[in-house]
């Protein structure tokens, strides 16, 4: 699981921006969000609120990174990391990024840092502290020499054994490729790092958003397809969300692809060897037909999925999802939830995954505020806010964060919100709009 986050310089986060799911000692909605592994009193969600432009979704983006970084190595010397410094600064364009991320994975926690920048991997640092023991260790540093774009990897004591293992990896540990990354291009046997990134592929799913190019129909359909989910689990999502749905129907076929976005889905880390082969040879992709059977007082009724409205077509999509988070661990992040959602619905969702879900973990973005109405729908320390200090820089606290004395005296914490008390709201302007001037056309 993860424990938490920290960023910087990063599209728009200028300093160090943490996001974490350690749980404080609140007890409140206990059994529903925290999860208790190793020691750690861990959180199911991170939720992420703010005015628009305020950074939330650079702030999954950032996270993101992390996993990207370890599981898809750079090619080639020349490939470049595409994403953005500040650019509200400019002493930043010349300042590296970094990403820190403590995490649990099997029976250890590990504190892995990373400094970077567009062209090459500045810095790595692993440590690692095993359950009951207070102490950490090193479990590696690499740094690199930015002249000669050489890098070196030093071991901590405990693992200097693995020196000779370590030395045929550096053959392969590029000035833009991770330790991680170089560790998949290599034959060596390291059978730590092999679990930390078994890990994270497993733990780790990509970013959603409502402008996502993953097709989460065809997610939800296909994980029906291999098992890992079945289609009487998504039809008891759909009847319980009562979306009017009572069963539905799959069926693969294969659809033609517009030269440009076959293009995309050719050059995108996302899209399987074998779709890309599909692609180039036939310009054609795998899709699956859904059909939703509804009651009729003649008896079921097919329709198709697009004659569905958004919001029954966004939970099939996410059902998916959901169920995936319950029948494993995984965490996930996902820009905009509440997206062509009813606001009950929405809830609906998140109260299943909490009551639900073992070790999995939800970070989200959301404008929907109005949960901040029900105290036994959150908890202070689950609730992250979004805003932009004078500079334009994002800055991210939890509720929790506020002095408890001060918290104490608001009960009411979506009034405190509305009404600025949180920050992290829009300052908006009038809304009188100057007519055009007939006499000057």
């Not at 996001?19 to 009193?41: N, P």
């Not at 050489?150 to 071991?155: E, N, P, V, Y």
């Amino acid at each position: 699981m993860i424990i938490d986050f920290t960023v910087s310089n990063f599209r728009s986060i200028k300093e160090p921006q943490t996001i974490s799911f350690e749980a404080t000692e609140d007890h409140h909605l206990e059994d529903y969000y925290v999860v208790e592994k190793g020691g750690y009193r861990l959180l199911k969600t991170a939720t992420i609120i703010g005015a628009n432009a305020s950074g939330k979704t650079n702030i999954l983006r950032a996270y993101s990174m992390f996993p990207g970084l370890v599981l898809q190595p750079s090619v080639n010397k020349s490939d470049k990391f595409p994403y953005t410094k500040f650019a509200l600064d400019s002493d930043y364009a010349n300042k590296d990024s970094s990403i820190i991320v403590n995490f649990l994975c099997n029976n250890s926690k590990y504190r892995y840092e990373i400094i970077f920048n567009n062209d090459l991997i500045v810095y790595e640092k692993l440590n690692r502290t095993p359950f009951g023991i207070h102490t950490d260790h090193l479990v590696f540093e690499r740094n690199t020499n930015k002249k000669t774009m050489l890098s070196k990897i030093m071991l901590g004591d405990q693992y200097k054994n693995n020196q000779k293992e370590i030395d045929k990896l550096t053959t392969n540990l590029l000035h833009n490729r991770t330790v991680f990354g170089a560790f998949q291009w290599s034959n060596v046997n390291l059978p730590w790092m092999l679990e930390i990134v078994r890990w994270i592929a497993s733990y780790c799913m990509p970013i959603i958003s409502s402008s996502s190019n993953l097709n989460l129909k065809e997610y939800t359909s296909r994980s029906i397809d291999i098992h890992a989910i079945t289609n009487e689990q998504v039809s008891a999502l759909l009847q319980k969300a009562d979306v009017g749905i009572n069963g539905f129907t799959t069926k693969k076929v294969d659809i033609p692809v517009s030269p440009y976005y076959a293009a995309e889905l050719i050059n995108s880390n996302l899209v399987s060897f074998e779709m890309k082969e599909q692609l180039r040879k036939t310009s054609t992709m795998p899709d699956v037909k859904v059909k939703m059977m509804h009651n009729s007082n003649k008896g079921m009724v097919e329709f198709d999925f697009d004659e569905e409205s958004r919001g029954t077509q966004r939970y099939y999509e996410l059902a998916g999802i959901l169920l995936t988070l319950i029948n494993g661990s995984k965490i996930v992040p996902i820009d905009e939830l509440e997206y062509s959602m009813h606001p009950d619905l929405y809830e609906h969702f998140l109260v299943t995954f909490l009551t639900n879900a073992k070790e999995s973990q939800i970070i989200y973005t959301t404008h929907m505020r109005e949960f901040l109405s029900d105290r036994n729908l959150y908890r202070d320390d689950s609730v992250w806010i979004a805003q932009k200090d004078k500079y334009g820089a994002t800055e991210v606290y939890s509720i929790a964060d506020f002095d408890k004395e001060e918290l104490m005296q608001i009960e009411n914490r979506y009034g405190a919100y509305r009404s600025g008390r949180l920050g992290g709201i829009p300052h908006l302007g009038d809304t009188y709009v100057e007519p055009l001037n007939s006499d000057k056309q």
